[in-house]
């Protein structure tokens, strides 16, 4: 069974504190993804990894940094925290190939501060 | 750009009677839709994909959806709903011209509610 873990599904943080939210799947997928989810905007593609080390903005990158230095596991960096970075955050991952569909993770909900 | 367009923020359904949820898109090439929903406090989990071939596809817990090129939808559907069906749905298209992340492109999103 496929699988997508990230390594809190809380988590309470102040404003200016540096966050860590970690995503790892057991896939061997080459693609990775950071959304975040707010109401009534769906999800919104943060960053995204096509490799190890390799790494894309996406839609709203600014505050936000990224690092993959496992084929596994998908780092998003929030370094400064603000508080309208609340939001829930989602990791996926998917296989090349074009008509594969994304597998998620079961999200983080962070809270600022 | 390509985009995807979910007309109805909520959509209520009596347990028992067919449901269908909206989604229209725009892309450049030749889609491929995903459907995916999310239960509460829980991510994403597929349901079904469009990639070519047979307009109507089915996919898991009983649903389908049917793809219409001439309208750009790709409505989900269930002939009897389910009280355990109540979820967040999302449309996503696939531009295939497209290479990058950003290929990927999710709806706002539909809260269906089926009610006993």
């Known amino acids: 069974d496929v699988k997508v873990t990230q390594s809190s599904r809380y988590l309470v943080k102040r404003t200016g504190e540096k966050v860590f939210l970690e995503c790892v799947q057991d896939m061997d997928h080459e693609n990775m993804f950071w959304y975040r989810q707010d109401p009534g905007l769906g999800l919104r593609l943060i960053y995204f990894s096509y490799d190890v080390k390799m790494k894309e903005k996406g839609d709203i990158p600014e505050g936000y940094s990224v690092s993959r230095e496992k084929k596994e596991r998908f780092s998003l960096i929030l370094e400064s925290a603000s508080t309208n970075q609340t939001s829930m955050y989602l990791c996926?991952?998917?296989?090349?190939?074009?008509?594969?569909?994304?597998?998620f993770g079961p999200g983080t909900r962070l809270t600022v501060l | 750009a390509q985009s995807v367009a979910q007309p109805e923020d909520q959509v209520n359904v009596a347990e028992g009677n067919p449901l269908t949820v909206k989604c229209t898109y725009s892309v450049s090439g030749n889609p491929y839709l995903f459907w995916y929903v999310q239960y509460p406090n829980r991510g994403l989990q597929f349901l079904l994909k469009y990639i070519t071939g047979d307009n109507l596809v089915k996919g898991s817990y009983g649903f389908e959806a049917e793809f219409n090129k001439s309208q750009t939808s790709f409505h989900l559907k269930k002939p009897s709903a389910l009280v355990s069906d109540s979820a967040l749905y999302f449309c996503a298209v696939r531009d295939r011209s497209l290479r990058g992340g950003q290929n990927f492109v999710f709806g706002p999103g539909t809260r269906l509610s089926v009610l006993p």
């Open positions: 996926a991952s998917r296989g090349t190939g074009v008509i594969n569909e994304q597998f």
